[in-house]
C-alpha cells in the first residue's frame, strides 16, 4: 500500500466508515487536533519521562489514537461498523486517581506558574496547550453534530492530567517551576 493516494488532492478527506468532507470540516479539525496532541506527547516521552509518567503517557497516547479513530467516524456511519472503535464513557474518569496520584507528589501551588522547566516538563506543558486546543475544536464538533460528549469530557480531564504530570516531571528532574508575578 502507498502512503500516497492522491484522493486528497482537491482538498477533501475520507472519514471512517464512509463519506468525504472537506480538510477544515470540524471533524476533520477535531481529530486533526487529536493527532496533533498525539505527537506533543510522543516528543514529551522522547524528552525523557520520569518514573510511572512514561508508561501512563504510553497509556494516553493509545487512548488519544481510539479518541481519533472515534471522532474520524460520523456518529452514523454504517459502513465497517463492525471495525468502529468508540472512547468508553468512563475513560475520563479512569483519569482522575492518575491525576490524584500526581498531586500526592507536589507541593500545592499557591500560583500560577509558568510552562517551562526541563526538557519533559516543557513538553507536557506544550502537550496540555495542544489539548486544550483538541478540547475547543471537539467542543465545535459536538454543537455542529451529533457527536456526544465523552471525547469533550475525556480531553477536559486530560489536560488537567498533562498539567500535574509536566509539574511533576519537573519536581522529579530538579527542575523548579517558575512562579507567575504580574508586572
Not at 77 to 104: F, H, N
Not at 159 to 165: C, K, N, P, S, Y
Request: charged share 25%.
Amino acid at each position: 500500500m502507498r502512503i500516497y493516494t492522491r484522493t486528497g488532492d482537491g482538498g477533501e478527506t475520507g472519514l471512517f466508515g464512509g463519506g468525504r468532507v472537506p480538510k477544515d470540516h470540524p471533524r476533520v479539525e477535531a481529530y486533526g487536533a487529536v493527532d496533533e496532541l498525539n505527537a506533543a506527547l510522543g516528543a514529551a516521552r522522547a524528552a525523557g519521562l520520569p518514573g510511572h509518567l512514561e508508561p501512563l503517557a504510553a497509556r494516553l497516547q493509545t487512548e488519544l489514537f481510539v479518541l481519533g479513530a472515534d471522532l474520524a467516524t460520523p456518529p452514523d456511519a454504517a459502513a465497517r461498523a463492525d471495525r468502529i472503535v468508540r472512547l468508553r464513557d468512563e475513560a475520563a474518569t479512569e483519569l482522575e486517581p492518575e491525576i490524584d496520584r500526581c498531586e500526592a507528589e507536589l507541593e500545592p501551588l499557591k500560583t500560577f506558574v509558568l510552562p517551562g522547566g526541563g526538557p519533559a516538563g516543557a513538553a507536557l506543558h506544550l502537550a496540555r496547550t495542544i489539548c486544550r486546543r483538541a478540547e475547543r475544536r471537539v467542543a465545535g464538533l459536538v454543537r455542529v453534530s451529533a457527536t456526544g460528549p465523552a471525547p469533550l469530557i475525556y480531553l477536559n480531564r486530560l489536560a488537567d492530567l498533562l498539567f500535574v504530570m509536566a509539574r511533576l516531571a519537573n519536581a522529579r528532574t530538579g527542575h523548579p517551576e517558575t512562579p507567575w508575578r504580574p508586572s
